[in-house]
């Protein structure tokens, strides 16, 4: 791994876990409880080095996972936390070389993830109904990839509008009314393709699900959330931590046959 450089992204960690994104730029400085950070101080350091600010704070510089990015970067609408991140792509079968559709493109975190899932051979297409949300989006997805890349496809309106053209091996919708977008899956995805949904409330969960077993051709429908407890471990004192990361939303996963 190189060494931290202009415009890298670097995550820095002080004593108590507490943690600070940052794009490093020549000259600039980072502000913070326990003094200043000047970026020319971490530019030309090794992943992984540790630095001290004005008054003495240790600080850990790290590159950043995307778990970390997109916990910590701005946000426009909500985010798909890292722990139902993974389980979409695994359940989803999202792999390198895949065509993926995704609706809506919300903050960009789900969209970082499939575009590294398919990898430069796939092919991500990313619908999202608000304009403000889509502008917000396309800067995020700039910033973290250092422009959008060639593999995604960014675009404003209605993903049942697409599904037809693209007919994509995945489906992986992010949207309150997923259960709409059921009868254009139908026509437009290919059999053996995937459909993935993340909705917040069992509603739309039951929605989801009655609407692909009405189609007729969706089988291996599954419903499941993902919960997320860390463990502190000191000495002979190990418990579960006081906090979790509970319920974030519903992952809804569907195989299309020919049937139907």
Known sequence: MADFGKGDHCLVTDVKGRKYLLILEEGSVFHFHN?????????GLPDGSVVHSSLGGRLIAVRPRLADYILNMKRGAQV?????LGAILIW????????VLEAGTGSGALTMALVRA?????RVV?????????????RALDEFFGGIPATLDLLVGEVVDQVAEIRPDRLVLDLPEPFGVVDAA???????AIWVSYVPTIPQVQQTTEALRGAGCFAEISNFEVLHREWNIDGRSVRPDHRMVGHTG???????THEG
Do not use: C, N
Request: charged share 25%; hydrophobic share 40%.
């Open 35 to 43: 003094g200043m950070l000047a970026h020319d101080d971490v530019i």
């Open 80 to 84: 798909v936390y890292p722990k139902d």
């Open 92 to 99: 989803g079968d999202i792999a390198p070389g895949m065509t």
């Open 118 to 122: 398919v990898g430069p051979s796939g």
């Open 126 to 138: 990313s619908v999202e109904r608000r304009q403000d949300h889509a502008a917000h989006a396309k």
């Open 186 to 192: 139908v026509e437009g995805m290919p059999a053996g």
């Open 250 to 256: 519903f992952i809804t996963v569907a195989r299309k």
